[in-house]
């Protein structure tokens, strides 16, 4: 079964950083593509980032680029989002999810019950 | 980026009606498309993907239709565990995108 367990959340002032980790089981980790997703309070799902299977390849959100960085350490069966100069607007549950396919295919067919992220001072 | 919009975005209808739950791409995605429906308090669950593909285990009376900008959910007979937030989600480009949602009800 898979399993996804995300950690590292909690409250956090304007500017300042926080990272995520995300402990996976239940699959062969390093044959998939990973992501995360946030759902802020009451409102939408938005995907934020993905990294492919081997850490090649990467991709951002416009809202998070060039403040969040993601990574894994596919030795551990580990996804980690390092999260700096973080914003009121970045409270959210923050969800590791896993990739549909061998590879990469872009939709998730496994989630992490989240964690939560609140920015404030 | 690929703009996805849901209408409507709630619903109420009667145990048993059909309903369905149309999204809308800004430009033509092909059938990259995936839908979630997210119960109250719980996390997003994989239904359909590659526009009309039933994920394993969703039941029937679910199935999704469209390609290239038009999309639509189907449920053909709202049963009371169908409450919840349905979403679309791109996956033809970068930045994925999901569609606003659209909630459920029962009458």
């Known amino acids: 079964e898979v399993q996804l367990v995300e950690s590292g959340g909690g409250l956090v002032q304007p500017g300042r950083s926080l990272r995520l980790s995300c402990a996976a089981s239940g699959f062969t980790f390093d044959d998939y593509a990973m992501h995360w997703v946030r759902q802020a309070p009451g409102k939408g799902l938005e995907w934020i980032s993905s990294?492919?299977?081997?850490?090649?390849?990467?991709g951002y959100a416009d809202s998070v680029k060039g403040r969040f960085t993601i990574s894994r350490d596919n030795a551990k069966n580990s996804l980690y989002l390092q999260m700096n100069s973080l914003r009121t607007e970045d409270t959210a549950l923050y969800y590791c999810?896993?990739?549909?396919?061998?590879?990469?295919?872009?939709?998730?067919?496994?989630w992490g019950q989240g964690t939560l992220v609140t920015v404030s001072s | 980026d690929i703009q996805m919009t849901q209408s409507p975005s709630s619903l109420s209808a009667s145990v048993g009606d059909r309903v369905t739950i149309t999204c809308r791409a800004s430009q033509g995605i092909s059938n990259y498309l995936a839908w979630y429906q997210q119960k109250p308090g719980k996390i997003p669950k994989l239904l359909i993907y590659a526009a009309s593909t039933l994920q394993s285990g969703v039941p029937s009376r679910f199935s999704g239709g469209g390609s290239g900008t038009d999309f639509t959910l189907t449920i053909s007979s709202l049963q009371p565990e169908d409450v919840a937030t349905y979403y679309c989600q791109q996956y033809d480009s970068a930045p994925l995108t999901f569609g606003g949602g659209t909630k459920v009800e029962i009458k």
């Open positions: 999810a896993k990739d549909v396919s061998f590879g990469s295919a872009w939709y998730f067919d496994s």
């Open positions: 990294i492919s299977w081997k850490s090649g390849s990467t």
